[in-house]
């Protein structure tokens, strides 16, 4: 009897390559390779080395830019008690500065009055007490610095109304805030009711609590008006300045000569 051969389907060496597709993916890549090509080629460049992109997303929705933060304005500076009824005469004015609480956030220990005459040839207007001060105002250096150069202009002690803008020693005080409080009308009214020829003031810090505003200008003021009356003013620089500086103390008096020869007295 004749025999009939079939192929063995579990020895893959008789497999038919074209009924199996690794065989034939296989034979494919061994044919390349035999050709002399073994890397995988492309028309169009590609950037190996470039950071790969994230995918495009959605286009975020456009973020309303919220206001920077502004702390709240601080509250206004406490008014000084009876600074828009102020006393008539110098002797209620002199009473009222050594008692109002308010002149001095509750603080009435330790003031110091203002000494000298009404209606004086000079009136010497400084910042505050110094710290060594009593009974009396400007009782330390800056009291005997004053006393010489008062000699010097041919007045004496006692022919000059000294007085302050704070009723007692107060380093580093806010100008600004006690202004905005009311002390410049206290002064302004102090020096109206002083009444002197002249008035002389040392810190030219102080020229904006006499109405001077420094925005509008850089020159300083040269007269105080207040209530209808005008009184020759200089302004120069503050006694614990003028003490440590001896140009500053000629510079003084060159001012002081120039002042009176215009016909200032």
């Known amino acids: 009897m004749r025999q009939v051969k079939t192929a063995n389907v579990n020895n893959p060496a008789q497999t038919d390559p074209a009924s199996d597709p690794r065989m034939a993916l296989a034979a494919v890549l061994d044919w390349w390779r035999e050709a002399g090509v073994d890397h995988a080629f492309g028309d169009e460049p590609r950037a190996w080395l470039a950071e790969e992109q994230a995918p495009e997303t959605e286009t975020p929705r456009a973020v309303t830019a919220q206001p920077a933060f502004a702390p709240p304005p601080p509250p206004p500076a406490e008014r000084i008690a009876g600074v828009d009824a102020l006393p008539a005469t110098l002797a209620e004015f002199r009473a009222w500065w050594l008692t109002e609480p308010s002149l001095d956030s509750g603080q009435v ?31 330390g250096p800056q009291g005997r610095l004053l006393n010489a150069m008062l000699a010097a202009m041919g007045l004496g002690p006692d022919a ?8 007692r020693h107060m380093p580093l005080p806010d100008w600004a805030a006690l202004d905005a409080a009311g002390l410049g ?7 109206a009711l002083a009444r002197p020829e002249r008035l002389l003031v040392f810190g030219r810090h102080i020229l904006p609590l006499l109405g001077h505003d420094p925005t509008k200008t850089a020159e300083p003021l040269r007269r105080f008006n207040h209530e209808g009356r005008t009184i020759p003013l200089l302004s120069v620089a503050g006694l614990a300045v003028l003490a440590t500086k001896p140009r500053g103390k000629a510079a003084l008096w060159q001012a002081w000569l120039d002042w009176t020869e215009q016909g200032s007295v």
Do not use: K
């Open 160 to 167: 000059a109304y000294v007085a302050s803008c704070l009723p």
């Open 109 to 139: 220990a330790n003031r110091v009055p203002p000494r000298g005459a009404e209606g004086a040839a000079l009136m010497v207007l400084v910042d505050h007490p110094e710290a060594e001060d009593g009974e009396q105002l400007l009782s």
């Open 185 to 191: 009308q206290a002064v302004r009214h102090h020096v």
